[in-house]
């Protein structure tokens, strides 16, 4: 909303109109909430495996913005049961 309000007036003439309580403005982040923390991981996952990276858990913890483990082992459970990863039991990682 406020960088609507920037933009009002700077490009071309006009007026920035929220349709929204200022209570509910209120209560908006400063920041966003990071894509990788808001949106169902099994693409990802799924397409880091395809990268030939065996380790995706290992992989999605070194990223700026960590998923939640029990997030990450959800996707991977679901892309298990639909038969897109297998756990290979003797080295505990999907192929």
């Known amino acids: 909303a406020i960088q609507r ?11 920035a109109v929220h349709l929204f309580p ?20 099994e693409e990802l996952c799924l397409q880091i495996h395809n990268m030939g990276i065996p380790d995706v858990q290992g ?22 049961h639909l038969q897109c990863l297998r756990m290979e039991p003797s080295s505990q990682q999907y192929r």
């Open 5 to 15: 309000r920037g933009r009002a007036g700077r490009v071309r003439p006009g007026v």
């Open 22 to 41: 200022s209570a509910a403005f209120s209560k908006l982040r400063n920041i966003p909430v990071p894509e990788i923390l808001r949106t169902p991981l």
């Open 59 to 80: 992989f999605l913890d070194k990223a700026i913005d960590t998923p939640n483990t029990t997030t990450i082992n959800k996707a991977l459970l679901q892309l298990e």
